[in-house]
């Protein structure tokens, strides 16, 4: 028939092609606004109804003709890509793995993550406070007023102060979270706070910055029986020993009444430490229940509530888990250390995911 339209002809053409581009500058050709087979198509109406008639199935045939082929150009064209593609991204796993250097988690963090996951299980959750502190919060409200003997305690890194606000201090303890927390919600609570803490003390066994971690539990009942257990229950978990030796000793502490230290036992056989069993004791924590007082100085209601609160030092902690020695190590930035000490960021019990 006229006008070249012909199937062999389509087909041929076709069949020559194998890019996608290509494809769609031929289906432009034909079925485009101006292509071959729609200014036939348009054409149509100047015949009379017999030509219409015949040239229009003519047309319609060409035209289903070549949506088929060049639908079935397409997908095959596509095939061939894809399959090229493939080829070309094959994995060669005998290829040897590159180096590449990972970071270490500081054993710090790993025994705060190691922590929070115990006290976590009990239902604590972590609560945090600022590293400068109001008077008010580090010692008054704990009961340490000033002019305290008790202040002595702790030396203390003072905030200048020129504007004659309150003063203001590097938090000696985690212990003024127990402050904040209190003023600002109510009871039942159950806090853990692992953060920096800083006092004016240098030598083998004190870094001027260290870490603590506080724990405050407030609610209708509960008593020393519920802090013993609760103590006991963590330390056999964070030291994985059942049948961990340990001792409630009497002592003081402005903000609790009764106050008690903890100790666990241990033996040192050739220079290194072992805890767990032995003869000699190490102090591992203070506690208490919350001093009245305290409770009346953050707006609880002492007569319904009472409740319990520790503190234990991180880098103790950690030293005693990982048979870390020295406690400047902590803090010299050696790469060295970090990577000795240090834990896979991979590794399942390297962090709580927090
Ligand atoms: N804040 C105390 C300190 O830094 C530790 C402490 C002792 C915290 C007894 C407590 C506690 O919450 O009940 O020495």
């Not at 053409?13 to 729609?38: A, D, M």
């Not at 949506?67 to 150009?73: F, I």
């Not at 070309?88 to 005998?94: A, C, F, L, Q, V």
Request: hydrophobic letters at 35%; charged letters at 25%.
């Amino acid at each position: 028939m006229s006008s070249g339209l012909d199937k062999n002809d389509i087909a041929n053409k076709i069949s020559k092609i194998n890019k996608l581009t290509e494809l769609e500058s031929f289906r432009v050709q034909y079925v485009g606004k101006k292509g071959i087979l729609t200014s036939e198509m348009k054409s149509l109406s100047t015949l009379s109804n017999a030509e219409k008639k015949e040239k229009g199935q003519y047309l319609n045939s060409i035209k289903i003709f070549l949506e088929t082929e060049l639908k079935k150009k397409k997908n095959f064209i596509e095939n061939l890509e894809v399959n090229e593609k493939l080829k070309k991204e094959k994995i060669d796993i005998t290829l040897p793995p590159r180096n590449y250097e990972t970071g270490k988690i500081h054993p710090i963090s790993q025994t705060i993550y190691n922590v929070i996951d115990i006290f976590g299980s009990m239902g604590f959750s972590v609560e945090s406070g600022p590293d400068i502190e109001s008077d008010f919060n580090n010692f008054t409200a704990l009961n340490i007023p000033s002019h305290h003997p008790a202040r002595e305690m702790q030396d203390t890194f003072y905030v200048e102060n020129s504007s004659g606000d309150e003063e203001k201090v590097l938090r000696t303890h985690t212990s003024p979270v127990q402050v904040r927390h209190m003023l600002n919600s109510k009871p039942p609570i159950r806090i853990i706070v692992p953060g920096r803490t800083y006092r004016s003390d240098s030598d083998a066994t004190h870094t001027p910055m260290f870490h603590q971690v506080e724990g405050l539990l407030i609610d209708n009942n509960s008593n020393m029986a519920h802090l013993k257990g609760c103590l006991i229950d963590f330390l056999k978990e964070f030291f994985n020993i059942d049948d961990l030796q340990y001792r409630f000793r009497p002592s003081y502490f402005p903000f609790t009444e009764p106050s008690a230290e903890m100790d666990v036992a241990y033996t040192k056989k050739d220079g290194v430490l072992k805890i767990g069993k032995g003869n000699e004791w190490l102090e591992i924590l203070g506690c208490g229940m919350v001093n009245p007082r305290v409770l009346e100085n953050c707006n609880i209601d002492s007569q319904k509530f009472q409740g319990f609160a520790f503190g234990m030092g991180i880098e103790r902690l950690s030293m005693l888990k990982f048979g870390i020695t020295d406690m400047r190590g902590f803090f010299d930035s050696d790469f060295r250390w970090l990577n000795h000490y240090g834990f896979n960021p991979l590794d399942s019990t390297s962090s709580s995911g927090i």
